[in-house]
């Protein structure tokens, strides 16, 4: 649990767009829309887009202003049952096992049924997923999915339609009010029809000009006004540049509080050149970027508030 007290369902999209601000995430209203709709309706909703848009984010804020639990489930290549969903406990089975023998009191039937029992289970996020809480049922991130293999994606099938899951020693476990699932993917590969129509579907984008500008006032204050606007106007017109990785929100993000770490108030070439780490991740993105270009870039940016202010 988060600590923070627990809320009802948002009644409207402008109350989903003030409890994901409550939460400091900006959101525009399509992408409060398509959450609005799968809390009140109870659907999982599937996000994609480039990595540091905010997805995973998403689900945090709604965790903690709803006053949920969240349980992560982080996915890669070879995701099995056992780590996403639940596994036997082997050693207090053998123990129980050997006990048995040792005492001799129980019949080999008897005690192959008491030794599969939840007692003995352990519980991964998606099975812990379907548990009730006196709080209300808790938000399942499932993230970037794109890193998993199709056979994972087909297991999610079964969770995602019914919210239950079959534990063939216990039989099946339904939960009793679905959970509120978020599904991330950077798109580094396809993901099946199959799982996206269960769910949905939101592409999130860079944010604008102004919408990122805010996102900055609320998550790096300690950067100064102009020096604010000279770095999302920089990472806007840096987004138009064919580079291996654009940088996100959350590099913006990143690259604001260095700078004022920096106890820098504006924009200059030494500072951008010597900083273009926190930002690009790539480095032969940063040596494209770094000298000429960057201050050319940065050229453009001063022109344009100058104008902006005049």
Known sequence: ???????????????????????????????????????????????????????????????????????????YEGLDVASAV??????????????????????????????????????????????PRPEGPPVLLIDEIDRTDEPFEAYLLEVLSDFQITVP???????????IVVITSNR???????VKRRCFYHWVDFPDAKRELEILRRKAPKAAEGLSREVVEFVQRLRKVDLFKLPGVAETIDWAEALAQLDVVALDPKSVDSTLGVLLKYQDDIANIRGSEAAHILEQVKAELAATRG
Not at 17 to 42: E, H, M, N, V, W
Not at 98 to 105: I, V
């Open 169 to 179: 020693e216990l039989g099946t476990i339904r939960a009793a009010e679905p959970p």
């Open 188 to 194: 580094t590969r396809e993901i099946h029809d199959a």
């Open 86 to 131: 639940y596994e036997w406990n082997y050693q207090r089975q053998m123990i129980e096992i050997r006990l048995a023998e040792s005492l001799g009191d129980r019949a080999r039937d008897s005690l192959s049924e008491d030794i599969f029992s939840e007692r003995f289970l352990i519980e991964r996020p998606l099975l812990k997923a379907l548990e």
């Open 1 to 75: 649990m988060t600590g923070t007290r627990p809320r009802a369902i948002p009644d409207s999209v402008d109350d989903t767009i003030q409890l994901l601000a409550d939460g400091r995430y900006i959101a525009d209203r399509s992408l409060a829309t398509t959450l609005f709709l799968s809390l009140r309706l109870k659907r999982p909703v599937f996000l994609e887009g480039e990595a540091g848009v905010g997805k995973t984010e998403i689900a945090k804020v709604l965790a903690a202003t709803l006053g949920r639990e969240l349980l992560r489930l982080q996915c």
